[in-house]
């Protein structure tokens, strides 16, 4: 199962190591952002899990990419944590209703922020640990590595359950080649684009072993999703 995304949004970089730092050392992975035009370009391009976002930033402010964020139906659903100097902006950022969930002061205890976060994650995921993931009549078990459809078994080797557990973790949302690299094979590793169409391949003849319609579309130009 791939680690949940977090997006720092924060333009001072010394914060944003250490945010970085803190989340990668409790096992997330970390995308960073030093602007708001950054952070959306991000939150459309990678659709992390959980947003920290910091309240003053260069050009549009964090008041106003939540603002932005939580108006959206696609990303309405993304956890927001807000980081702010002082108390009386959080008082304000209540009193605006820009639909944070959470808001931290700085200087803030790292210990606390990392709890915070892990509570909006457990929020978020009720049961991430040994988490059954369906979709249609496909049932995965990130535990037991059990994959099934309409209740028959369906064997698939790990590269081709990773990109399941991928693809199941968001329905619908489509994947471009580069990002299913990322997220499968790990950005570290040398490999073809095409590989990607070998998988997925692979993962299509596997789910419809027993009959049934092939759930994964082929986007034209852009990639893959699932439904
Ligand atoms: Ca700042």
Redesign the pocket.
């Known amino acids: 199962m791939t680690a949940p995304l977090v997006l720092v949004v924060?333009?001072?970089p010394a914060?944003r190591d250490l945010l970085t730092y803190n989340l990668e050392a409790d096992g997330f992975r970390v995308a960073g952002a030093a602007s708001g035009d950054e952070a959306l370009m991000l939150v459309d391009e990678e659709r992390p899990d959980l947003i920290l976002l910091?309240?003053?930033?260069p050009g549009v402010s964090g008041i106003e990419i939540c603002r932005r964020l939580k108006s959206r139906p696609e990303t309405r659903g993304v956890p927001i944590v807000m980081l702010s100097?002082r108390s009386e902006e959080v008082d304000r950022v209540r009193g605006l209703e820009t639909g944070a969930d959470d808001y931290v002061v700085k200087p803030y205890s790292v210990i606390e922020l990392m709890a915070r976060v892990r509570g909006q994650m457990r929020r978020l995921r009720p049961a991430s640990q040994g988490e059954v993931l369906t979709f249609e009549d496909i049932t995965l078990d990130s535990e037991t590595h059990r994959v099934s459809r309409a209740g028959k078994p369906v064997k698939l080797g790990p590269t081709e359950f990773r990109l399941l557990a991928t693809f199941m973790e968001k329905p619908g949302r489509v994947w471009s080649r580069e990002q299913l690299l990322d997220r499968v094979w790990g950005r570290d590793i040398y490999v073809d684009t095409r590989t990607v169409d070998v998988h997925v391949g692979r993962l299509r003849k596997a789910l419809c072993i027993h009959g049934g319609p092939d759930p994964v579309r082929t986007v034209r130009g852009s990639g893959y999703a699932l439904g």
């Open positions: 924060e333009d001072e914060q910091d309240w003053m930033l100097a």
